[in-house]
Antibody, heavy 121, light 110 residues
Framework: QVQLVESGGGVVQPGTSLRLSCAASRFRFSSHGMHWFRQAPGKGLEWVAMIWFDGRDENYADSVKGRFTISRDNSKNTLYLQMNTLRAEDTAVYYC??????????????WGQGTLVTVSS | QSALTQPASVSGSPGQSIGISCTGTSSDVGSYNFVSWYQHHPGKAPKVIIYEGSKRPSGVSDRFSGSKSGNTASLTISGLQAEDEADYYCCSYAGSDTWVFGGGTKLTVL
């Protein structure tokens, strides 16, 4: 069974950094674009960032551009999200997901269960 | 990158049909046939139920159907069942490798 497991969440102070990881297993991680999403308390899902299957390109939501960096290590089947200069409004459950299809035709196929990031002083 | 507009809640009785709208702009829903819908039970991973506007992934019930007209996409769930109670999100490609979600719709099965 395919698994995506996020880790690295926690409680941090505003202005600090945190790195999330998403460990993938039982599917061809290196063949899929990967994405990060988040859901703030009581709010809907928000797309955060994406990276191509080979890591050659990436893109970000305006709300995190310049502060967050997505990366991947295909040798370790792991996706990362480096979050810098965190703000209270970054508080959310963060999900990773794989994309199935010929970008952008397709859909977000496999999702993790999420990891909670709380930014608070 | 403004969120797509969905009704906050809808409800229906078992066996009935309900529809959920998803309104975007000419920069996202109106420009691309890449709208997908996700079912999200709180505490669980979201699950795709419709992609590219009207296609169903393997294993998804044919009670779920999708359509699009102009800047508005729609999800219809027929023959409502108790297990359909969940949050539903639409998502559209918005160009230049960006995506935008709707605010979500809470479906209550009465």
């Amino acid at each position: 069974q395919v698994q995506l497991v996020e880790s690295g969440g926690g409680v941090v102070q505003p202005g600090t950094s945190l790195r999330l990881s998403c460990a993938a297993s039982r599917f061809r991680f290196s063949s899929h674009g990967m994405h990060w999403f988040r859901q703030a308390p009581g709010k809907g899902l928000e797309w955060v960032a994406m990276i191509w299957f080979d890591g050659r390109d990436e893109n970000y939501a305006d709300s995190v551009k310049g502060r967050f960096t997505i990366s991947r290590d295909n040798s370790k089947n792991t996706l990362y999200l480096q979050m810098n200069t965190l703000r209270a409004e970054d508080t959310a459950v963060y999900y990773c997901a794989s994309f199935l299809g010929d970008n952008p035709a397709g859909y977000f196929q496999y999702w993790g269960q999420g990891t909670l990031v709380t930014v608070s002083s | 990158q403004s969120a797509l507009t969905q009704p906050a809640s809808v409800s229906g009785s078992p066996g009935q049909s309900i529809g959920i709208s998803c309104t975007g702009t000419s920069s996202d829903v109106g420009s691309y046939n890449f709208v997908s819908w996700y079912q999200h039970h709180p505490g669980k991973a979201p699950k795709v139920i419709i992609y590219e506007g009207s296609k169903r992934p393997s294993g998804v019930s044919d009670r779920f159907s999708g359509s699009k007209s102009g800047n508005t996409a729609s999800l219809t769930i027929s023959g409502l069942q108790a297990e359909d109670e969940a949050d539903y999100y639409c998502c559209s490609y918005a160009g230049s490798d960006t995506w935008v979600f709707g605010g979500g719709t809470k479906l209550t099965v009465l």
